[in-house]
């Protein structure tokens, strides 16, 4: 039986990077977190501890504080492509870079103060290889909630079913959404559409069952994205359980609830153009 070294990446993860420009008593701010992996021809230090090709991480760490100085950073896509194309094109032995970037939200409290938001994190997963270039956007921890227009019933039910069906409930999650463009874009302008598609969409469904939501949210980017071919999501069931107040004498018409944070329900799925086309990068 033979022993092979099978597919590998390495590369600095998490750099966290603040750009300020100061351009005039007005600043603007950016707040990144980001992860480089890197692919190639890297067989010789796994097998022999021969470093000639290997690009160390701390120099990827450096250039990404150096790209955020000489080139600014507007847009995370922009910046990761930016990345990607310098690590493959300047690296012989590196045949493929992937950059995936956190961006997160600071709230304007006047021309050089700022307070960080509550919001969800925008994200950016860039790769580029010699087959092409992909971008993902996406957003985590986007918290939404429904109080009404939610039913659960109808379903499977064995020896160890106890939970109640509902005509009435809670629709509560925290929204993990990526998305796959067809080709560059306006990044800012496409995440603000992309965003506000996937809260209309949970807003105005009435909702049979998470996955119903998952799947009206996922159609509703694509029918107003044009730019947008696959969307993948993933909806923890934030539960809020109605709490039983009759010991205290009170009745409890869906009022008062308790927020359970685990376990939970997740659902996870792919909403995608029929024609979308093939794509060979990390997601």
Known sequence: MGIVLGPNRYGKAETRVVRVVRDGERHELRDLNVSVALEGDLDATHLFGDNTGVLPTDTQKNTVYAFAKEHGIDQPEDFGLRLTRHFVSTQPTIHSARVHIEQYGWHRLGPHSFQRDGAETRTATVTVDGAGEWVVAGLTDLVLLNSTDSEF?????????????????????????????????????????????????????????????????????????PEVVEVRLALPNKHHLLVDLAPFGLDNPNEVFVAADRPYGLIEGTVLRSDAPSYDGAF
């Open 153 to 225: 019933w109808g379903y499977v039910k064995d020896g160890y079913t106890t939970l109640p069906e509902t005509k009435d409930r809670v629709l509560a999650t925290a929204v993990s959404a990526r998305w796959r463009f067809a080709s560059t874009t306006d990044w800012a302008a496409s995440y603000e559409g992309v965003r506000a598609a996937l809260v209309a969409a949970f807003v105005e469904t009435y909702s049979f069952s998470l996955q119903q939501t998952l799947y009206a949210m996922g159609r509703r980017v694509l029918e107003e994205r």
